[in-house]
């Protein structure tokens, strides 16, 4: 009776899962920080996934499968986005995720997606050393590859905006102690010592800190005429405002994160003329873009119709239409296979930041180079175009440099 | 010179804001000689329905609305996590109820107000003011004022009301105060209606010069921990001085020696303080007869 029954039982779950493969939906994770102060990223990406995923879907999904999304909140904690990750490979079986907002989380999990043969898409996340990890002659493949500029990119243009544009001498380095703004203070400093400047100062403060004085202080005494940031959105936040208590206000110049919603809303007026590099201003200067906007107005209502984080929504998106044109070139949801494609994509995808015309090699993974950021501005509560000539060329797309990134 | 100035300034704005919350442990301590641990999330809690309120009601009329919202959610610490522990006379047990009870308001207010840290509008002008080359905020200065002012009308209450006289004996002998008449058990619910009341009422004032969210509690619930042991937890004038010892390390350090150590003199100074002088700078040594 009892083997019986486990026939039976064999019987109907063989039956269940054969008819299951036809439509069974493509499951690709998504991780990022959807609480917390890194929220506005998290949730801005993990949307803007969402709208292309369901654009996707709705033209009949890919390989006539339609995508699932696991969406897992990492809280932007460095143990919590281990757990997440190996809860995405070993319980849900994804075959590849988009995701990793914040650096430290990102340097920390994605080993496993390494040892996994499973290709993630860094679509936030800007350390320098988040697509290195994993390089020859140690690691014969790497499975992380990228669609935002990284830190070396972005402090390339912090240095060049504040030093070679505005014509500051003296600046100061105000940093936050994750990996995220430490890293970021190691780029920046590298970047200032190519063109012979050396900060006045360099200062550093912890996630929650409620008061920047010291910080301030030091770099007001040391004549700063300008503050170079790496930190996110809240503790921003308190620099412009510590600023305006000290009645010091020196221009802010920073890694993209100066955009961040909750920058902007809790700096108020005292976050004016913030300036950052941007992969893309919410501006509809081109059908692609226009579209995308709406429908992320149209889906999620953002208050002011201004998205959270407009870069990762963007990037988000992107993101996915990468990874579906590359299932689709590897016609199979393998890993190995996915990422052969991805180095080597032959459609060319149509995204919102830009055009992806072969974004990938086997040594290069990164899809944005330093050419296509652009310099955004905080002003009157949203991120606009910092120069006027960079808004009048905004819709002319920018590619990819193609002559190989120096290595 | 005129940096050490402002590096006080802002040292005693913060110090006041620890030394405030340091004050809830103190009174509770001193009628149960237990502590609740969720001090920084009645601050929390009491920012953030401060903040939903604001939006209906001016903010002066908001904080007394916040007071009361306040010495509930102390009631209600006292009878679900305190009561039971001091009847069954455990010596630890409050310590665990207190702290899940922590868990479950910071959990709560994630659900009721989002994770995200809110910006609470300021009452006051946002701009300093300026007055012997030190910048100063409107917001400083109220929290300065009303944190004195609130300890000082505890103080007077204690020692010049019937009701605060059955607080100040049963602080001192629970045993004998029970056999004199006095209702010490109420005395205690009484005394943890008064912290989360005090606690509340430094949420809403520090919350325009911090930011509002579920988590702003922990850091300052802790380092307040560290003034009250510091100041010691039967001296309110303890707490104020530990609190300004604290705030004006914390500037200094950050400024004279490094940011990246601006934390560690004032845990230098509690290791001391335990080796030292273990009831605290200015705290009573009593002597425990067995």
Redesign the interface.
Known sequence: MKIKFKVLATAIALCASTSAIAAEPIKIGVSGPF???S??MGVSMRDGVKLAADEINKKGGILGRQIQLIERDDQADNSRGIQVTQELIDKEHVIATLGYINTGVSLASQRFYQEARIPVLNNVATGSLVTKQFLPPQHTDNYVFRTSANDTIQSAMIVREAIDTRKFTKVAILAD?TNYGQLGREDLEKALAAKNVKPVAV????I?D??M???L??AK?AGAQAILTYAI??EL??IA?GM????WKVPMIGSWTLSMG?FI??A?ANGEGARMPQTFIQEPNTPKRKAFIAAYQKAYNPANGRIPSPVSAAQGYDSTYILAAAIKQAGSTDGVKIREALENLNEKVDGVITVYDHPYTHDDHEAITINMPVMGEVKGGHVVYAYDEDKNKGAVLREKAKAPAKK | MEIFTQLLVSGIALGMIYAVIAFGYQLTFATSRTLNFGQGEALMLGALVGLTLVGYMNYWLMIPVVMIFGAMQGVVVERVGVRPALKTKSEFGWIMTTISLAIIFKNVAENVWGRDDLKFPSPLSASPLKFLGVNVLPMEIVVVVGAIAMMLAVEIFNRKSIYGKAVVATSNDRDAAGLMGINTSMVITFSYALSSMTAAFAGVLIAPLTLTGATMGVVLGLKAFAVAIIGGLNSGMGVIVGGMILGVAETTTGYYLSTGYKDVPGLVLLLLVLAVKPAGLFGKTVIKKV
């Open positions: 609480t917390g102060g929220s506005p102690s200062e550093k403060f912890n929650k409620v008061d004085t010291a910080q202080l030091k005494e959105g809240p936040a308190q405002n305006e208590k000290l009645g909750n809303d809790n108020g």
